[in-house]
C-alpha cells in the first residue's frame, strides 16, 4: 500500500525552527525521488527541496541555506529541518514521492507568526 505521512507541523515565531518528518512506504522511498512541496493560501503548490535515494539535494532559492533536506534510508522516512523560519514560510507542508506517478501525504500546517 503507497503511504506518506507527515508530522511535525506546528505554530513557530519568526527566526524559529520546527523539523517535519514523512514515513514513506518502502517500495516508494528506495525507488522515488523524494521532496517537499508547499501552498500557502491562493497559492500554487511549490517545490522547496528535493532528495535522490544516494543523498543528492536541492533546494528552492527562497529556502536555501536555511532549510536542510534528509532521509534515513533504514527508517524510510524523509525530513526537513526548517531554521530562521519567516512569516513567508507559513504554508501547508506536502511529502512527495516523485517517479512514473506522483504521490503525496496529506499535508502538515506550518505557521510562523508571532
Known amino acids: 500500500q503507497v503511504q506518506l505521512v507527515e508530522s511535525g507541523g506546528g505554530l513557530v515565531q519568526p527566526g524559529g525552527s520546527l523539523r517535519l518528518s514523512c514515513a514513506a512506504s518502502r517500495s516508494l522511498f528506495i525507488t522515488y525521488l523524494m521532496g517537499w512541496y508547499r501552498q500557502a493560501p491562493g497559492k500554487h503548490r511549490d517545490l522547496v527541496a528535493t532528495?535522490?535515494?544516494?543523498?543528492?539535494?536541492s533546494y528552492a532559492d527562497s529556502v536555501k541555506g536555511r532549510f536542510t533536506v534528509s532521509r534515513d534510508n533504514a527508517k524510510s522516512t524523509l525530513y526537513l529541518q526548517m531554521n530562521s523560519l519567516k512569516p513567508d514560510d507559513t504554508a501547508v507542508y506536502y511529502c512527495n514521492a516523485g517517479g512514473p506517478e506522483h504521490y503525496w501525504g496529506q499535508g502538515t500546517q506550518v505557521t510562523v507568526s508571532s
Open positions: 532528495i535522490t535515494s544516494n543523498g543528492l539535494t
